[in-house]
């Protein structure tokens, strides 16, 4: 099996299926989808997020099967946990992501910041932005939220891999620390 995974969510009595030896196959299954749920809505969102994603590309019917046992819980403590809104001015159809967890934050800007220089200069857009001071006014709050909040702002464009903290500095903004993932 898959155990060095499945140990990351067993129950509280180390089992990983709580089931009879002799059961079948579709009883397996929706004790895995308990235990799945137990998981997502009593644990870190983002290792079991990792942990579909590793099971389900080394054995295909994890994700078949627990989407056909019943996908609902798990959809429901993730849709719980991001938050999907409009850029308003920015490139027509432009949006930001928020991903919560606990205490932590992120917030996928997409195309918004192309550069770095626009933290500090928030008013500086693309060519490519539909109304120019509505995007500015987008960038702005969404910069003064992330500050607040102290989101991890995650752009689309910037050089390397990570995403910046930034802070309020007088009547702009500034960042703080560059926090960067890991290739691969």
């Known amino acids: 099996m898959v155990h060095h995974h499945w140990s990351a969510f067993a129950g509280p009595d180390r089992r990983l299926v709580e089931c009879d030896a002799g059961a ?5 299954l ?3 989808a308990r235990s799945f749920q137990r998981f997502a809505t009593e644990s870190e969102q983002i290792r079991f997020a990792r942990l579909v994603v590793a099971e389900s590309g080394r054995l295909p019917w994890i994700a078949d099967e627990f989407y056909r046992v019943g996908k609902g819980p798990v959809v429901a403590a993730f849709a719980g946990n991001l938050l ?3 850029a308003p ?3 027509p159809g432009s949006s930001v992501l928020t991903l919560r967890s606990g205490s932590d934050r992120a917030v996928f800007v997409g195309d918004m910041l ?3 220089v626009q933290v500090l200069e928030p008013a500086w857009n693309s060519c490519f932005c539909d109304d120019l001071r509505l995007a500015a ?3 702005r709050a969404y910069l003064s939220r992330a500050a607040d909040l102290r989101e991890l702002v995650i752009p689309a464009h910037w050089p390397g891999h990570g995403a910046a903290e930034v802070r309020k500095d007088g009547d702009g903004f500034a960042i703080t620390a560059w926090a960067a993932f ?3």
């Open 24 to 28: 079948s196959a579709e009883e397996v």
């Open 30 to 32: 929706r004790a895995f």
């Open 84 to 86: 999907l809104e409009g």
């Open 89 to 91: 001015g920015q490139t």
């Open 114 to 116: 192309h550069s770095p």
């Open 137 to 139: 006014e987008t960038c």
């Open 182 to 184: 890991p290739r691969g």
